[in-house]
């Protein structure tokens, strides 16, 4: 197995590629689709400020690697959320405080559960949530807020192709208009909210794991063990089987969407009104008295009457780009 640029032994085969590669060229690789993605999607300019959202497993310690790699002058930040999860976040957090210390970066860190009362176990109990609900709603409230107040150009997040195509397919599944319109690798900033950038698109989850273990980046193996059995890991191995037979297809139905489908969608995007108010609470764009958020804060510690509920609009704030993560209600 030779490597496809420089004929040296080769480390990792990419089928998707019908190659094989030696270290320096699968390193080159991963971060020349990075630079790709970047740029087809006018994600970051040089010398942008970006906060990396680390969850401390391989996409978001290998994005936070490569995007400070890349040499185009990107400020990049990571932000660490506590989730409260047993073990499994405290493992999560340990990897990545020991990535951002080894290399002298800045690690801003959220504790659900001593900043806001409430951790994601027994916080989707109480309020009678999936917990995969509750977590996506805190996660996106968290990295917006985050990212507003450190005043950053953009948000970055490790989501990868098996990630976002296992999206897609669920969302084509149901024909799920108003989240297929929100399925970009960018979405832009806008009333109050920050830009969200997804650079990792062009690569998938073998590809960052392999390269973590080449740049000898220690990260976070275990998944999320509240995850277990959702949808979403579903359709992401109905899909590694299809990709098993035939190589190249996750990519293709994945880019092939957003070249030639994703513009019919358009018009079902639920569009946030120049009308958005403040949250009373946390002061967080919101389009009732109270965000999703805070609402969520409040049933899931139980302190108070949910005073509150009967002057909401039901309309989500944000949505997330899949049904399981993205209703807030
Ligand atoms: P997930 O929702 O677990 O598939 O993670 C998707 C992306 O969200 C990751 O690649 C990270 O960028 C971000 N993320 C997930 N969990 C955390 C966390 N606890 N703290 C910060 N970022 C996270
Ligand atoms: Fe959010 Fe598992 S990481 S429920
Ligand atoms: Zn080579
Ligand atoms: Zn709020």
């Known amino acids: 197995m030779k490597c496809r640029v420089c004929r040296h032994p080769a480390v990792i085969d990419v089928r998707r590629h019908n190659a094989n590669?030696?270290?320096?060229?699968?390193?080159?690789?991963?971060?020349d689709q990075v630079?790709?993605?970047?740029?087809a999607f006018d994600m970051l300019s040089p010398g942008d400020r970006v906060l990396v959202a680390v969850s401390g497993g391989k996409d978001s310690l290998a994005l936070w690697d490569i995007l400070l790699g890349l040499g185009l002058?990107?400020?990049?930040?990571?932000?660490?959320?506590?989730?409260?999860?047993?073990?499994?976040?405290?493992?999560?957090?340990?990897?990545?405080?020991?990535?951002?210390?080894?290399?002298g970066l800045r690690l801003l860190e959220v504790d659900l559960r001593s900043e806001h009362g409430f951790d994601i176990p027994n916080g989707s109990r109480a309020a009678k949530r999936p917990p995969c609900s509750s977590c996506g709603l805190?996660?996106?409230?968290?990295?917006?807020?985050?990212?507003?107040?450190?005043?950053?150009?953009?948000?970055?997040?490790?989501?990868?192709?098996?990630?976002?195509a296992a999206v897609l397919f669920?969302?084509?599944?149901r024909w799920e208009g108003e989240y297929l319109a929100r399925q970009m690798p960018v979405l832009p900033a806008g009333n109050g909210f920050p830009r969200k950038v997804k650079p990792l698109v062009r690569l998938g989850e073998r590809e960052t794991a392999a390269y973590c273990v080449l740049r000898g980046i220690d990260y976070q193996v275990e998944e999320c063990p509240m995850a277990e059995g959702n949808r979403h890991l579903g359709y992401k191995a109905a899909l590694n089987a299809v990709e098993a037979q035939s190589p190249g297809t996750r990519h293709a139905f994945y880019f092939g969407f957003l070249d030639r489908a994703a513009d019919l969608f358009r018009g079902q995007m639920v569009e946030v009104g120049p009308g958005l108010g403040t949250c009373a609470s946390c002061g967080s764009p919101a389009n009732g008295e109270v965000c999703a958020f805070c609402r969520l804060v409040e049933r899931a510690s139980g302190e108070r009457e949910h005073t509150h509920d009967v002057a909401v609009r039901r309309v989500p704030v944000r949505l997330g780009s899949r049904r399981d993560d993205g209703v807030p209600e």
Not at 140 to 164: P, S
């Open 170 to 173: 669920g969302n084509v599944l």
């Open 35 to 39: 630079v790709k993605a970047i740029k």
């Open 73 to 103: 002058g990107y400020e990049v930040d990571g932000l660490y959320l506590g989730l409260g999860i047993g073990e499994y976040s405290e493992a999560s957090g340990r990897h990545a405080r020991k990535f951002a210390s080894d290399r």
């Open 138 to 164: 805190s996660k996106r409230h968290l990295f917006d807020q985050a990212a507003r107040d450190g005043d950053y150009d953009a948000l970055a997040t490790g989501h990868n192709l098996d990630d976002e």
């Open 21 to 31: 590669f030696c270290e320096e060229h699968f390193v080159k690789l991963c971060r």
